[in-house]
Each structure stands twice: as C-alpha cells, then as structure tokens.
C-alpha cells in the first residue's frame, strides 16, 4: 500500500508450481491451495502482514493512551467511543472473546480510570461500561494521530479507492459475524 499507483502484482512472489499434469514440482499431489488459487494465498500472505503491523501499531497506541494498557485493551476503546456504553457480554460477543478475556481486560481499563460501570436501567443485575472523560479525552487523542496518520499515507489515493477499500475490509470483517 505504498504507492497508490501500485498496480504490481501481488501474487509474483507466490509459488504456484502446478504443471499441465496437476502434479507439484515437489512431487505433492495438486489441489492443497489450486481450488483456492493464487489469489487466496494473496490475501491471506497479504492479511498476516497487515495483522502483524496492526498489533504493533495496537500496542504503541495504547502506550500512548496510558503506559500500563494492554494492547488488546486499546480495541475496547475504540469499540466504546464507536458504539457507546455497552454489557462486557456485548463486548466479548463483538470480539469474539470469552467473558474471563473481556473482564480481565475491563478489570484492567478501570484500575487506570479509563473506563467505568453503571447499572444497566434494564437489568439492574447488569452493568454497562463506558469510558470516562479522562479515558475518551486520552483515546481521542492518540486516534486522531493515528487518522492523521493514516491520511498521510493514503493521500495520493484517490477518495474513491480509499472508500472501496473500507468498503471491502468491511466486507470481509462481516464474514467472522456470519462463522457464528
């Protein structure tokens, strides 16, 4: 995603080595990756070193926010600022985590008065949790560097690629909520 005029192809590095035979030059039987393509190998080669570069990313941000957070925290945030108070079910649902990786991360963010409870108004047994002003005041800094960030290196695209690559992370974020 250097250069918006990238047009390289990202699968020359790909090793698909299927003869007219459907034979491997490593002599494995063909079919492993061939129904999916280079293509799906792209994404997937592609996606690790995204990911990789987000959890870093993840981790210097949440320094920023405050030196004791955990990097997986700094998700929760962003979830509370985009989607307002919510259940610690609701959030460990979002994420796809269990309730003992969700507590312990909100065990964590109130010790730092990041984040804080109230009672669910419709379920007293419950508790929403929502940031606090110094938590949203700490979050909305770091992520608007990280905005200006991110609109420096995508300044030579053009808005409507920009958008057709939201548009498409959005897509395919939505496959884990169909998996459940």
Same mark, same amino acid.
């Given at each position: 995603?250097?250069?918006?005029?990238?047009?390289?192809?990202?699968?020359?590095?790909?090793?698909?080595?299927?003869?007219?035979?459907?034979?491997?030059?490593?002599?494995?039987?063909?079919?492993?990756?061939?129904?999916?393509?280079?293509?799906?190998?792209?994404?997937?080669?592609?996606?690790?070193?995204?990911?990789?570069?987000?959890?870093?990313?993840?981790?210097?941000?949440?320094?920023?926010?405050?030196?004791?957070?955990?990097?997986?925290?700094?998700?929760?945030?962003?979830?509370?600022?985009?989607?307002?108070?919510?259940? #610690?079910?609701? /959030? %460990? $649902?979002?994420?796809?985590?269990?309730? *003992?990786?969700?507590? &312990?991360? =909100? @065990?964590? !963010?109130?010790?730092?008065?990041?984040?804080?409870?109230?009672?669910?108004?419709?379920?007293?047994?419950?508790?929403?949790?929502?940031?606090?002003?110094?938590?949203?005041?700490?979050?909305?800094?770091?992520?608007?560097?990280?905005?200006?960030?991110? #609109?420096?290196? /995508? %300044? $030579?695209?053009?808005?409507?690629?920009? *958008?057709?690559?939201? &548009?498409? =992370? @959005?897509? !395919?974020?939505?496959?884990?909520?169909?998996?459940?």
């Amino acid at each position: 995603m250097e250069d918006a005029g990238d047009t390289t192809d990202v699968h020359k590095n790909s090793t698909d080595f299927t003869d007219s035979t459907g034979s491997t030059d490593d002599g494995e039987a063909a079919g492993a990756a061939e129904p999916f393509g280079p293509e799906c190998l792209d994404v997937e080669r592609e996606l690790a070193v995204f990911l990789r570069r987000a959890r870093a990313s993840s981790g210097e941000m949440a320094r920023q926010v405050h030196p004791d957070l955990e990097p997986a925290a700094y998700g929760l945030l962003v979830r509370l600022e985009d989607a307002g108070e919510q259940r #610690a079910t609701e /959030l %460990a $649902a979002y994420f796809g985590v269990g309730k *003992a990786t969700i507590s &312990r991360q =909100l @065990h964590a !963010l109130l010790g730092l008065g990041l984040v804080d409870r109230r009672p669910d108004p419709a379920d007293r047994r419950a508790s929403l949790v929502r940031l606090t002003p110094e938590g949203r005041r700490r979050f909305t800094r770091v992520r608007d560097a990280r905005r200006l960030s991110y #609109a420096r290196k /995508l %300044a $030579a695209w053009d808005r409507r690629e920009i *958008a057709e690559l939201a &548009r498409l =992370l @959005h897509r !395919l974020n939505s496959l884990a909520d169909q998996e459940e």
